[in-house]
């Protein structure tokens, strides 16, 4: 699988993260464990996980979760070869909303054991905590990373604002700083105004802040449930107007021209944005992970005279790359299209993220 550099970390992590919040809770253990085989088999190598999921599920108290990714990785002995992130900040049975810095420490051990390891590679501060002190936060996440029980530092539901004012702390203190931003994010935008309660989409000053400070953007939530494909699942008003139903026949037209599914193209776009976005992608059963993972090319394009480049994007918008083949047309190497007999997917899937951007700049 392609792999994405996360911020100014030096690190190379999978292009689709896979995101394990349903597993060993509402999805079992043996399909929980088959769905993260696939996902290695393919090339994958990281996860997301929080210590709350999946609390809400009936007859679960959260910590679920990272307890089956705990088991899978002590079973595969393959620690070593993955990338794991969890999150702290939430509220669940037994714990409060917050950063505090006893909470922190608190959880982050909770996290460990039930993951198994001495070290999370990625640990996110779930939401923005208005009440507790920037400083009391930033620096009981610096002191897990100076006891090496944590790598490196993300957030998750901040504003641009609120995200770069804990870098400047961090940075004047000379504490470890958030390399990567989790927020809602898909190919639709949300109305103005549009409020998802503790969930924050990311929206134009994010993208250009992550733009203009090398800090990876993960998106969750890319496929709003599965709505895009599937007839039993609706879009969130939030996302219904005109700005939608325009993005939506750019997508049905690039989705019908290409072969891929709306979702794949959704994902594609991601990944080749410029910078990247790394999608968190949820696969609840075989064919949803064999279409998700048919999204992302298995290297990336060679760079020169080669390449081929679409249109400039806005920030945080996609432009398309793609390596060409003898005949010319465009191609990804080693992935694998969801349709079988697709027509021509994936030759022609630098076209589906140039056609997007195009069609995204005139909605
Ligand atoms: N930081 C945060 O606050 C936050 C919030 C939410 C999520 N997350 C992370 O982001 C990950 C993904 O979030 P999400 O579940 O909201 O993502 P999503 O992309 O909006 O939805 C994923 C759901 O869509 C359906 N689906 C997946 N692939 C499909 C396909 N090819 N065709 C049709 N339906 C498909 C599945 O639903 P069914 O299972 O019902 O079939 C799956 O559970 C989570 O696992 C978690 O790690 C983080």
Redesign the pocket.
């Known amino acids: 699988m392609k792999t994405i550099p996360l911020g100014t970390t030096g690190e190379d992590v999978s292009a689709l993260c896979l995101?394990?919040?349903?597993y060993g809770n509402r999805i079992g253990k043996a399909l929980s464990y088959h769905l993260m085989d696939r996902y290695v088999d393919a090339g994958g190598s990281f996860f997301?996980s929080a210590n709350i999921y999946s609390h809400w599920i009936e007859g679960f108290r959260g910590g679920e979760s990272e307890t089956v990714l705990g088991q899978w990785m002590a079973d595969r002995a393959n620690r070593s070869r993955v990338f794991i992130a969890s999150k702290v900040g939430f509220a669940y049975p037994g714990v409060e909303r917050g950063l505090r810095a006893r909470q922190i420490r608190e959880e982050c051990e909770k996290s460990l054991r039930r993951l198994q390891t001495d070290v999370i590679d990625l640990y996110y501060a779930?939401v923005d905590d208005r009440t507790t002190p920037l400083e009391e936060t930033l620096e009981a996440f610096d002191g897990l990373v100076r006891a090496g029980k944590v790598r490196y530092l993300g957030a998750?539901?901040f504003l641009a604002w609120r995200l770069e004012m804990a870098r400047m702390i961090s940075r004047a203190h000379g504490w470890a700083e958030y390399v990567c931003i989790?927020q809602r994010h898909t190919y639709l935008r949300p109305k103005p105004g549009a409020s998802f309660g503790d969930?924050i989409s990311a929206n134009d000053d994010l993208l250009d802040y992550v733009a203009s400070e090398n800090v990876t953007l993960l998106a969750?939530?890319?496929?709003?449930?599965?709505a895009y494909?599937?007839a039993d699942r609706a879009f969130q008003a939030q996302y219904l107007g005109p700005d939608s139903d325009a993005r939506l026949a750019v997508l049905r037209a690039v989705s019908e021209e290409t072969g891929a599914t709306a979702?794949q193209v959704i994902y594609a776009w991601m990944v080749q944005s410029a910078p990247p976005v790394i999608p968190?992608m949820?696969?609840?059963d075989d064919a949803?992970m064999t279409?998700?993972l048919g999204s992302c090319p298995s290297r990336d394009p060679p760079d020169g005279g080669e390449r081929r480049r679409a249109d400039d994007g806005e920030p945080g918008v996609a432009r398309g790359d793609a390596e060409r083949g003898a005949d010319g047309a465009a191609r990804w190497g080693g992935g694998v299209g969801a349709r079988a007999g697709g027509r021509g997917y994936l030759s022609s899937h630098s076209l589906s993220v140039a056609a997007i951007i195009r069609h995204s700049h005139s909605v």
């Open positions: 995101g394990v919040l349903y997301d779930h998750s539901n989790q969930q969750y939530s890319p496929l709003l449930n599965g494909t599937r979702n968190l949820a696969a609840s949803q279409e998700n």
